[in-house]
């Protein structure tokens, strides 16, 4: 099973949308296998956001992300990073279609509620700057007997 990354920003948290998005990605069948409550420092948006340093919005982006406390999460489940990119919707979320999380909660490219991982190769990169082996939880789901064929497993 693919891990990718969620990271549900101070936004989310300050207009008390935490529980509906964790809810939609455990109704689409995503298994929920990390999580936690952390204030991001310029150091970490440093290293999380090195591709985006030289643009003009940098400052602002981590002006956001530093403004309150973030929750970041892991989700398990066969193509979890194309699946979850596809939940959250356009990273510019005046483009993201209704349904998805920023096409339903958000009107900006920056203030967009959830960052999530854009590649499978990003996305164990970003897992392992915001969570140590001892973070993740392995428990069995009775559950994917009924969300996967045998050969997704």
Known sequence: MERTLVILKPGA???GLVGEIISRFEKRGL???????RQLDQEILDK???HLKDKPF????????TAAPVILCCWEGFEAVKVVRAMAGT??????APGTIRGDYALSSQE???HTSDSVE?????????????DYCEYPSPLNQFLY?????
């Open 149 to 153: 064929a045998p050969d997704e497993k």
């Open 112 to 114: 967009n509620v959830v």
């Open 122 to 134: 990003n996305a164990k990169e970003e897992l392992d700057r915001f969570f140590s082996a001892e």
């Open 58 to 65: 940098f400052p602002w982006l981590c002006s956001g992300m």
């Open 13 to 15: 948290l300050q207009r």
């Open 91 to 96: 990273t510019n979320a005046r483009n993201a």
């Open 31 to 37: 298994k929920l296998v990390a999580m936690k409550m």
């Open 48 to 50: 999380h956001y090195a």
